[in-house]
């Protein structure tokens, strides 16, 4: 999505200066992985909705924490370097942003389902 964007910024210093400092900041990374990871979760979450409420939590988080070490073990393969604490907080955020999409999904159940049992 933002690969014209990015092609754009070869031309424009200031452009370049601000693209930079929006998109290769170290806070956009940890929101784009927050919201990434809570989106994940949240789509899982509705697919294990059928199960009681801890194992539904259990597989979903289980499985986000997979993709996100899969995720940075394929970052060190190509070439990053050693795993270090960037990888440990990467996956910390990547659970967080998880635990919050299983949160809001189990809060908007729990909403729609009283909403819908009192009319």
Known sequence: MLFPFHLIRQFSPAY??????LFHSDLSHVVARFIFYGILAWLASSLFSNRKPLVSCFIV???VLSIAVIQESIQLLS???PAGWDDLFDI???ISGALIGVFVF???KQKFT???TEN
């Open 16 to 21: 370049r200066t601000g693209f930079d400092w």
């Open 61 to 63: 988080i289980s499985g």
């Open 79 to 81: 070439g990053q370097g």
């Open 92 to 94: 910390l955020v990547d």
């Open 106 to 108: 189990r809060w908007q």
């Open 114 to 116: 009283t909403e819908d």
